[in-house]
Every structure is written in C-alpha cells, then in structure tokens.
C-alpha cells in the first residue's frame, strides 16, 4: 500500500508541472533528442539498402518503430522521476516474470527468445535489461554511504543482477546477458562500491573464466573457437566474420555508393539488416560513414555523462549512466564484432538494427533520463 | 556523514568520468580497426570482394556434327536438360533425391555418389544430378518443383546418332571423360566435365570434334547463383566432319549383310518365339532381328563385314560391320543391362570387324601369290601344272579343294577355279620371301592410313617374323599354307578392300573416311601392267567364266561387269569322324565352326570405279555366302549411278 500512494500523487505532479512550461521545454535535452532521431534515420536508409532499395520489409516498419519509441519516450518522460524510482521493484518483479513465462509460453528460433502476442513480437530480455538498471538505480538511491562499504549491502545486489542474468543465459542468449550483466556492473561500479571489492570481484571473474567456457553451449564455443581463427570454418561460422570484414574493407575509405554494396546486395553478407548492418554501411560509405555513425553514438554517450553531472539525485544519475553505458557497450560490441575484434554474439546497433525491441528499451531508458532531467526539483523529496 | 555522501558524490562523478574514458578508449579502438581495414588493408579485401563476386565459368562448345557425302547427319547435337541442385535450399538432400527418383531414372548408386559429393563441397554449390533429361522429364520433375526447393535446369547438349545402328562402329561413341584419357592427351582438362569420343571418328577426331571452350564472367551472389552473365571469349564450336561415306549404301549392305542366304522372319511367329525360349545363345544374339536358315532353322543376322571403296580416290564408301550396336546406348549415361546385353552376347556386337576383325584372306590372297610369280618371271599364262587334287610334299599331302583336282591349269584356269595345288606349285617356287613382299605392296599385315582406333594390322608372315617369334625355321609345308591364304596370314576386310582396289587400279591406292582428305595422288605399285592383266583376266573369269567360283553372282547390269575372287576360309579341320558321318557341309556344323565366306571383287572391269570386300564370318562358302552379296551391293552401286 506504501508504494501505491505515490502513483495516485504522480497525477497531481504532472499538473503541477504544466504550470512551469518554460522550464519544461528548456529543461529537454534537445540536442540529445535529435542525435538519437538522426541515428535512427541513418537506420532507415540503411535498411531501405538492405532491402535493395525498397521501403519494404524493414525501412517503412523502422521508421514506423522511431516514431513509436519517440512516442514512448515522451510518455515516460512525462512520468514523473519518483514514480519511477518509488515502483523500480514493481519494474524488476514484472520483468523477472515475464522472463519467467518466457518458459512456457516464448516462441523462437530454437531458444525461447520471444513473445508472439497477434503479429506482434515481444524480447522480454531487452526491458529486462532497463529495470535491472532502473532497479539498481533505485537501490543505491537508498543506501547510505556507510552501508556502501558493508559487504552485505551487495547481497540483494547479486540478486536483483544475476536472476534475471540466468534466465537470460538459459534462454539462451548470451549477448544479451553479457549486455545486462555489463551495463549492471558500470553502474555499480558509479555508484560507488569500495575499490577493494572491485578488484576482488575482477579477480573473482578472471578464475570463473574456464568455469564458464565449460558452461557455454557448443555453438557459442563454436563462435569463439572461430573467431580466434577464422579459417577453421571459413564456410560456417567463420564464414559471416570474413565476409564482413571483406565487405567492410573493400568499402575503403568513401564506400561503394549507396544501394552499390557488392557484398551486401549479393548476399555474402549475413544478417545484413540486423546484426552486420554496420557492415553494410562500411560497405556503402566506407570508413567516412563508420566515423560519421560512430561519432554520433559517442556524442549520445557523452551527452548521457555530461548530463548525468548536472544531476542531483543519486538514482537519474545511475539511471542516466546505465543508459549511456547500455548504449556505449551496444555500440561497441556490435561494430567490434563485425569488425572482427570480438566473436560473433548477436549484439544489435542500435536505433539502426532492424528490430523493435532493442529500440523501444533505447527510447524508454531516453524517456527515463529526460523524465530526471525534468524532475530536478525533485531532489529533496 | 554528510562527508562521506559528499565523498560517494566525488566517487560517482569520478566513476563517471571514468565511464566517459571508457567509451573514447573504445571508440578509438574502433576506428583504429576500421582505419587499418577500410584504408590500409582495404585494395586487399576489394580484391576478395571482386572473387566474391565473379566467377569464371567455362562455356562448353558445341561438339562438332559428323555427315556422310551427302550431308545426311551421322552425328549430332540435340537439346538435353542438365538437373542441378543446390543442397543448401533443401530442407533434406536425401529425401529431394528420392522424390526425383520417383520421377526420373536415378539409381540408388548415383544417389549415393552425390548424397558423397553433397558432403565434400560447400552447400550453397549446385550439383548436377543428370544432364541428359528429356522435355518429357523435365516437364514430370517441374510438375512437382514446388516440393523440390533448390532444383533447377540447364539447356545442355546431348549427342545423337540418328542413324543408329547403321554407324555404331563408324561414328563410335562418346563417354565421359576418363582419368586414362586425360593421361593420354585424348581430353582436354579444361572440358573433363563433358564427354570425349569413345570409339571410330568421334575418337581419332576428337581434337577437331570438340571445338574451343569460351569463357563467361558470372556475377554471383553468395549462394553461387548467377545473377548476370558476360562472355569474354565466345566458345568456338567443333568441326563439322564430313564423311565419304554413303549412308544409304551402308544401309544396303547391312541389311544384305545381314540377311545372308536366310529368310527373314517376324520376331512374332510362334517358331521364333519357341526358338528364343528353347536356345539361350539365339536369345542372347538377339537384336530384334532373326531369319529361317535353308534347314528351316531360327538364326540369328549373319556377322562379317562389307567395305565398299572408290578405287579411284580410295574414298570409302561404305564400311559396315554386323553385329552392331547402337551408339546412342553407349553415349552418357550407359544403362547396366544395355551394356550386359553387349557384352555377353556370343558374337561381340562391340567389336569392328571392318578394322578389327582378322580373318585368314584363304583363296582371295592367291592373287597376290600369283603376281609375286609373275613379276618373280617365274610363272606366264604358258606355264601349266597338274592338279590331281593334292600335292606331296615328304610326308605331307596338301589337298585341292576340289577332290579330285582340276587336272591341267594355267593361272587364268587357277584363278578362275581356284585350283590349291597350281599355287602350292608356283609358291614352292616363289618362295615365301616374295609373296610377303608382294602382300606388303598391296597393303597386307599393315594397319592402314584411315585412322580409325585400334584398327588391327593382320600378318604376314616371313622367315624371319617365325623365327623372332615362333623361336623355329620357316618350313617349306607353311609356304605352301600360306599360298592359298591360310597358316599364319591374316587380314582385316579393310586390307581385303585396299588389296582389290590395288589390284583393279595398280597404284597404290589408300583408303580414307574424310571427304577431301587424303587426296594425294596414288604412286604406282611398281607392278608391270603385263603382271596385272593378268592377274585381273583371272578374277574376270572367276565371275564371268563357265567355270568361275562366283559365275552365279554376275551383274545383271548392262555393259557392267564384275571381277572378284571367292575364298572359304577353314575354321577348323574336318575330322575323320565328320568325315565318316556326313558331317561335311558347313550348314550341319555349329555356327563357329563353320567357314568363313570370303569374296573380294571391281567393277566395271574395263574402267575399274569401286573395289569391294565381303567376308561373312562362320558363313561357310564364298562362292554361295560372299559373292551374291558383292553383286547385290554393286548392283545398288551402279544402279544408282545411272
């Protein structure tokens, strides 16, 4: 019942709010806003290639999936900070359950990685990944600096990271787990952990390493195994790896020309509308396109930071930070993958990969830093 | 304790900070690789990107057709349908296959070989199941294409012999490409995945046959599915052939040939139908042709070869050999019991007895004997021996055919009679020295220029060839053999044909198949003409006079006349015990037993135009078997000529 009275105040809250509409609006990271769109578009007219210069199947339904997620990113935006912070267990319990259900009821290639609810499919793994961060936000909101360093502090934790981490890996999907699992260990790390227990716990994961190699199923074996030498497979697995960096170094340093990739339109490159669809941008534009998408990504990233120093609250500055790395690590997985630094682990580029999930969670965790943004005034609630 | 929240404040903007460098870190990891592939490695991977997408493909050209004079077709090209799959857009390769095997003809041997091929090559690569479908197949398998994902077709070519039958040995055959021929240089590598002649004129001119491949550039996608083609060399085709032969005096002679002396009779009759089940060696000779023997029994065509030749080019005109094969049966895919049949039937249909058959020439060589007496000087139309129907020679006794001996002969009478005993004299005194020098001159126990594979070169044995081989001195007794044809010499019924055209024309005449090859000008044999006449009024009298061996085969043609000589060929001794039973005529004998009917023959005798040589193996006299068959073909000759 505690946590039900703020929902019935939050109604209030937003009428207040209306009444100070000039700092509304300049109170909006706009700038923030429009890097994101200007991916997103990117993301369309890359698809529209992928397709061979056609709106269908990808470019029109991600220009329709922007729109959306901006939609959603005001709503949450609107929602104020407190609620957010005040329900975050609420968040995690009804993403630890639809993991859950996942079980039972998901449908998939394989792994039981989605939600088909009439024509319309659901990655619970990726809102997963949100309220962890919101969950662990709103933890460390709570903690005093003294129980900071009290290793007993950190046993809920481990709890509210490695549950839905472990339904994420017996999915399974380890991408995205190892997303979570980074994006978790970037905000507690911000929000202060004692330096000693960080070193312990990097140690801790430097011994668990051939544990968990033993763990890992034969085809993730199989991804690594080839990605420390393609040549092992070059028809199989090694197969995306080598046409990937084939296509995006024979792009050189202007690319091929839009709708010109060789590699893409011909079908050497796999997956080119999701996972290698930096491949093909490297292709079409080459490297003056890498760096045109890469420097948009970092500015979102350092946007997220900077705006998380002019933040007051210890949770819209977690918060704010678990996004920016989410973000950082998205990027820098997926294009180290394609690029052939890291194996092949199914990590989307987001706002450009075709896929709804991946995108809403961008908007939604943009949502929740506009909304702390929005709610400063908040802080001595 | 508002110092330590002031403090965690500090650590978290620091820890944020620190987030800040990871992500520059990062970043600049990135475009470090992406510069080093996009700029410093990026004319390498372009290179990679440009043998992704191309491949060069060979662009096989069309296989040169083969004509007789005429410019009827022997051997050509019709449009055949190549069936591929690609094993990667079948949900089961297997299951695929055996659906196509209910469709068409696949065995489960070449399911096995490609289920094998299948796991050795990349997926996305499209394998050809058969490349000989016809419209109808194609037409059964695209029926069911949408259950068959992956399945494609190509116009290919497949070679045709519309003559069939008529040709198989002439033509031969072609194959696919074997490892032994590619060692001997008989295919090329570049075009192993096509077929290369097997046998006769598509082998021996397989180089002019199969034409200059062409090459294609292909873009591909991925899957190695061709998404746009451009030649870069256009595939050159193989060279027409132009044969000198007459298809349809080959077809004459074969079925002359093959009728023999015999009756021909339905294949439904009910004798024949009891014959085929009651004797296993009529049922296996049978090729869907059988005739009623003097005796009334079911036999099956006549074996032996006839070869007509242009004695003034030395143009072959017809070159037939029975039994035969169909050569459309042998070329590509070659069913197993197709070549069972072949291959067990009793009288090898597979092979040419035209080149390869080497038969004892017996009285058809006394021609040669008798010029190496009269060149020699020995012998002239004045010298005459007596024949009493055997000759002594120490303890052996050498018999005349004819019991009890033709009395006094000269070599016209000799010839004309075919008298054993005059040649075993004028032999005796020749020796065997110069009648082998003789056979050479006139082409004997020498494979000739035509250029056929494996064509055989006979024998003609000398003192000196049994001595190297036999490893004994020549004896007087195998001269006088020799001199009627039979011991150690043979020869193929091309020599036979080359020998009479000599002969007719006493220049050294060569056979050939090519039309306007081989025209070089004929030396002269270095016979005095004296010599020849001769030699030719004898084989004049052999057809034409009273008591010729072949005067029931002359020409009913006006103004046309034959010469010829007649030979029967003993296959083996007549025994005592057939002797004391009867047994003497070759009709009463099995078949492989009986003798070989020889007969070599010109005409017109005044201006000699085409020479011919007849041998109907196991067919018993020359005279009855051989001869009426050189009159017939002549007769269809000339009667076409006019």
Not at chain 1, 363 to 378: P, Y
Not at chain 2, 18 to 28: A, K, R
Request: contains cysteine; neutral net charge.
């Amino acid at each position: 019942m505690k946590y039900l009275s703020p929902l019935i105040q939050s109604f209030d809250l937003s009428l207040e709010k209306r009444e100070t509409a000039d700092s509304w609006v300049g109170a909006t990271p706009w700038l923030m806003i429009f890097v994101a769109v200007a991916i997103g578009l990117i993301g369309v007219g890359a698809l529209y290639s992928a397709a061979h210069g056609a709106w269908q199947p990808w470019a029109l339904m991600h220009a329709i999936r922007l729109a959306l997620g901006l939609l959603a990113m005001a709503i949450v935006a609107l929602l104020p900070i407190r609620f957010i912070r005040r329900f975050a267990l609420l968040w995690w319990l009804m993403a630890i359950a639809a993991l859950g259900m996942l079980e039972f009821f998901g449908t998939g290639k394989g792994a039981d990685r989605w939600f088909a609810l009439g024509g319309i499919t659901l990655q619970p793994s990726e809102p997963a990944k949100l309220a962890v961060l919101v969950m662990l936000a709103a933890y460390f909101h709570e903690l005093s600096a003294d129980r900071m360093r009290q290793i007993r502090s950190y046993i809920p934790v481990l709890l509210i990271v490695f549950l839905p981490f472990a339904q994420i890996v017996l999915q399974p999907d380890l991408g995205t787990a190892v997303m979570l699992f980074l994006a978790a260990a970037v905000v507690i790390f911000v929000a202060g952990i004692p330096r000693w227990m960080v070193m312990t716990l990097m140690s801790m994961g430097l011994a668990a390493i051939p544990v968990a190699w033993s763990m890992l199923y034969a085809y993730q074996k199989n991804r690594i195994l080839v990605f420390l030498n393609p040549d092992l497979d070059a028809l199989g697995a090694g197969y995306q790896i080598t046409q990937s960096k084939i296509a995006l170094g024979s792009g050189g340093f202007v690319g091929k020309g839009y709708l010109q990739g060789s590699q893409s339109h011909l079908e050497f490159l796999p997956e080119r509308q999701t996972d290698f669809i930096f491949t093909m941008i490297g292709e079409e534009f080459g490297f003056m396109g890498c760096m045109i998408v890469l420097g948009l990504y970092t500015l979102l990233v350092f946007l997220l930071i900077y705006y998380s120093f002019q933040m007051r609250m210890t949770f819209s500055r977690l918060v704010t930070i678990g996004v920016a790395a989410t973000i950082s690590f998205y990027v820098s997985i997926n294009t180290a993958m394609v690029s052939g630094l890291l194996p092949v682990v199914g990590v989307p580029l987001p706002l450009i990969s075709y896929g709804g999930t991946a995108m809403m969670v961008v908007f939604l965790g943009l949502g929740l830093v506009i909304s702390a943004m929005l709610n400063e005034h908040d802080i001595h609630e | 304790m508002a110092r330590k929240a002031r403090q965690l404040e500090h650590m978290l903007s620091r820890r944020s900070l620190l987030l800040g460098g990871v992500q520059v870190g990062l970043t600049s990891a990135l475009v470090g690789r992406l510069f080093y592939l996009q700029a410093i490695e990026s004319n390498r991977y372009e290179d990679l990107s440009k043998r992704n997408r191309f491949d060069y493909q060979v662009v096989p050209p069309s296989r040169g057709r083969i004509f007789d004079i005429q410019g009827r077709l022997l051997a050509g090209n019709a449009e055949a349908y190549a069936l591929n799959i690609v094993p990667s857009y079948t949900s089961d390769l297997y299951k695929s296959l055996q659906t196509l095997a209910s469709l068409i003809a696949l065995s489960p041997a070449t399911i096995a070989r490609l289920m094998e091929l299948a796991e050795n090559q990349a997926s996305f690569l499209p394998l050809t199941i058969r490349d000989d479908l016809n419209q109808r197949e194609v037409a059964r398998v695209a029926v069911r294409g949408p259950e068959l994902p992956g399945v494609s077709f190509d116009r290919v070519e497949k070679r045709i012999y519309p003559q069939g039958l008529l040709t198989g040995h002439l033509t031969g055959y072609v194959g696919r490409v074997s490892e032994d021929d590619l060692a001997a240089g008989r295919a090329l590598p570049e075009l192993a995945h096509l077929y290369n002649g097997k046998s006769g004129v598509e082998r021996t001119f397989e180089p002019n046959l199969r034409g200059t491949m062409g090459q294609e550039r292909v873009l591909v996608n991925a899957f190695g599915r061709p998404i746009k083609r451009t030649i870069e060399t256009a595939a050159v085709a193989g060279d027409d052939m132009h044969l000198t032969i007459d298809i349809n005096l080959q077809s004459y002679a074969m079925s002359i040939l093959q009728r023999g002396r015999n009756k021909p009779i339905s294949m439904d009759s009910a004798k024949v139908k009891r014959a085929l089940a009651q004797d296993p060696e009529l049922a296996a000779s049978n090729d869907g042709l059988v005739f009623e023997d003097a005796v009334g029994r079911i036999v099956p065509p006549e074996a032996g070869s006839v070869i007509v030749i242009d004695v003034e080019s030395g143009a072959l005109k017809a070159l037939v050999s029975a039994p035969v094969f169909d050569p459309n049966i042998l070329s590509g895919r070659v069913r197993h019991d197709d070549w069972q049949v072949l291959v067990k039937h009793p009288r090898t249909p597979l092979l040419d007895r035209s080149i390869k058959g080497q038969y004892a020439p017996g009285s058809v060589f006394k021609m040669v004997v008798a010029l190496a007496a009269l060149e020699a000087g020995i012998i002239d139309t004045g010298t005459h021996f007596s024949c009493p129907g055997h000759r002594d020679l120490g303890d052996a006794r050498f018999h005349c055919w004819k019991r009890h001996g033709h009395g006094q002969v000269n070599i016209l009478d000799a010839l004309e009679q075919s008298c054993d005993v005059f040649f075993y004299e004028v032999a005796l005194k020749v020796g065997i020295e110069d009648i082998a020098d003789m056979a050479k001159r006139f082409g004997i126990g020498q494979i000739t220029d035509i250029m056929l594979p494996d064509e055989k070169p006979g024998l003609m044995p000398t003192k000196r060839w049994k001595q190297n081989t036999v490893g004994e001195q020549w004896t007087l007794g195998e001269t006088v053999v020799a001199s009627i044809g039979q011991g150690y010499v043979l020869t193929t019924p091309l020599q036979l044909a080359v020998m009479t055209a000599r002969l007719a024309k006493g220049r050294e005449i060569t056979p050939h198949l090519m039309d306007g090859g081989n025209a070089k000008t004929a030396s002269d044999l270095g016979i005095s003409e004296a010599s020849l006449s001769i030699v030719r009024r004898g084989m004049q009298a052999v057809v034409s006079g009273r008591y010729g061996t072949a005067n029931q085969s002359q020409l009913d043609l006006a103004g046309i006349k034959m010469a010829g000589k007649t030979g029967t060929v003993q296959v083996r001794r007549i025994t005592a015990e057939e002797r004391a039973r009867g047994i003497t005529k070759n009709i009463n004998r099995p078949w492989k037993f009986r003798d070989h009917a020889l007969f070599v023959g010109y005409a017109p005798v005044e201006k000699p135009k085409y020479a011919i040589a007849v041998v109907v193996e196991h067919g018993g006299s020359g005279s009855v078997q051989a001869a009426p068959i050189a009159r017939d073909v002549m007769t269809y000759l000339f009667e076409q000529d006019i």
